[in-house]
């Protein structure tokens, strides 16, 4: 199950932080690890998560969220494409998927995902993105085109999140809004806050 705020999180230190703040929807997003360093922030991520009642998304590592028995990943349009999305769906994972572009969320669409990911909504800092902001605009038209759960992600902070949600997107993925801010875990408290006076 989604919830509305859904911090992405580069790696376990950051879980162990912010999951039992009460948080209930965090993926984990590794990125240049060693494979088995991979597996192992995955196995403890998951048992964090377990304790805490916070759905665990891993994101892009597949095999390894299927053989440590996760159930929720999250894949790019580029790892969507050289994933096996038969071994995905018969391990019983729930799949969300990024998207930018029509083409993208047809793309996105044929694969029967359990939630649409949308980016970016506005500018972000967070890496270099050949997509211009898509604005709220965009995000009204892409709930109007998918049956699932529509995450909008980023440029998405506290003060924007109530026109966020208000233009349609189920969840809030956050990622430069949390982890680089002064105070990250004062910060997830107003976040919890604030998207439970937006439902």
């Known amino acids: 199950m989604l919830h509305g705020f859904y911090p992405v ?4 230190g950051w879980l162990e932080r912010l999951v039992p703040l009460g948080v209930r929807t965090v993926q984990l997003r590794l990125k240049d690890t060693e494979q088995a360093e991979i597996e192992r922030q995955i196995t403890a991520s998951l048992e964090l998560c377990a304790k ?3 759905q665990l998304i891993v994101n892009d590592y597949w095999r390894e969220a299927i053989a440590l028995g996760a159930n929720y990943l999250h894949l790019g349009q580029e790892d969507l494409a050289s994933a096996d999305l038969g071994a995905i769906k018969s391990a ?8 930018h572009s029509h083409e993208e969320l047809k793309i996105a669409l044929n694969a029967e995902p359990d939630y649409v ?3 970016p909504v506005y500018e972000t ?3 270099k993105m050949k997509w211009k902001p898509q604005g709220l605009d965009r995000v009204t038209e892409w709930k109007s085109l998918i049956s699932c ?6 440029g998405i902070t506290v003060e924007r999140a109530p026109d966020v949600l208000a233009a349609g997107a189920d969840s809030l993925a956050v990622v430069t809004d949390i982890v680089s801010h002064a105070d990250p875990e004062k910060r ?3 976040w919890l806050e604030v998207v439970s006076n937006n439902r």
């Open 92 to 99: 019983g994972l729930k799949l969300g998927i990024s998207t």
């Open 125 to 127: 800092k967070l890496k």
């Open 117 to 119: 990911a949308l980016g």
């Open 52 to 54: 805490h009642d916070c």
């Open 149 to 154: 759960p529509l995450v909008a992600i980023a």
């Open 188 to 190: 997830v408290v107003q």
């Open 9 to 12: 999180l580069p790696d376990l």
